[in-house]
């Protein structure tokens, strides 16, 4: 079965790191363009960072010097290193394939990630 | 980095309205720009990509159009479980969505 399964969220507190992991099954991260994507409580979806199937890592300017992406190509699973973290970063992360056209065909589940004092 | 908006951002519609929702880019994005459809506690469902694709599995009630700048996402005849809310995305360079549309029942 193809999936996404993502782990490592909780709560932390300002200024404070989380990495987030993601494993995927039925399918090899490293051929596939993967994004991470968050959605604060009640709010809109915002891309976070997306990485290319050649390596090429991009972020969205909110996070961008704070948050590092990588994969792990054996243990085929994607990582997020989210660092200097602020309240505004409090959300649902999900982890994300992105399939033809770069629509994300296949979504996890999320992790949540709450900053707080 | 682009900018994309979104109008309206909510709309009342009846079972059986022919429904539009545009999307704009802040500039030209060819027709890397993709449509989502969630509801309620879901994750996101891919309706259209590449501007006018339709992802595998939807209804052929729903459509997209548009290039460069200007799009549209267009829902024939509503059904009950198309309301939601409904996203654009670019994937021009990096990527960005819009701000999204609530479908709600008049």
């Known amino acids: 079965e193809v999936q996404l399964v993502e782990s490592g969220g909780g709560l932390v507190q300002p200024g404070g790191s989380l990495r987030l992991s993601c494993a995927a099954s039925g399918f090899t991260v490293s051929s596939n363009f993967m994004s991470w994507v968050r959605q604060a409580p009640g709010k809109g979806l915002e891309w976070v960072s997306v990485v290319y199937s050649d390596g090429r890592m991009y972020y969205a300017d909110s996070v961008k010097g704070r948050f590092t992406g990588s994969r792990h190509t054996s243990e085929n699973t994607l990582y997020l290193q989210m660092d200097s973290l602020r309240t505004e970063d409090t959300a649902m992360y999900h982890c994300?394939?992105?399939?033809?056209?770069?629509?994300?065909?296949?979504w996890g589940q999320g992790t949540m990630v709450t900053v707080s004092s | 980095d682009i900018q994309m908006t979104q109008s309206p951002s909510s709309l009342s519609a009846s079972v059986g309205d022919r429904v539009t929702i545009t999307c704009r880019a802040s500039?030209?994005?060819?027709?890397?720009l993709n449509w989502y459809q969630q509801k309620s506690g879901r994750v996101p469902k891919l309706l259209i990509y590449a501007a006018s694709s339709l992802q595998g599995g939807v209804p052929s009630r729903f459509s997209g159009s548009g290039s460069g700048t200007d799009f549209t996402l267009t829902i024939s005849s509503l059904q009950p479980e198309d309301f939601a809310t409904y996203y654009c995305?670019?994937?021009?360079?990096?990527?960005?969505f819009g701000q999204g549309t609530k479908v709600e029942i008049k």
């Open positions: 500039q030209g994005i060819s027709s890397y």
């Open positions: 994300a394939r992105e399939g033809p056209g770069n629509g994300v065909d296949i």
């Open positions: 995305q670019h994937t021009y360079n990096t990527r960005a």
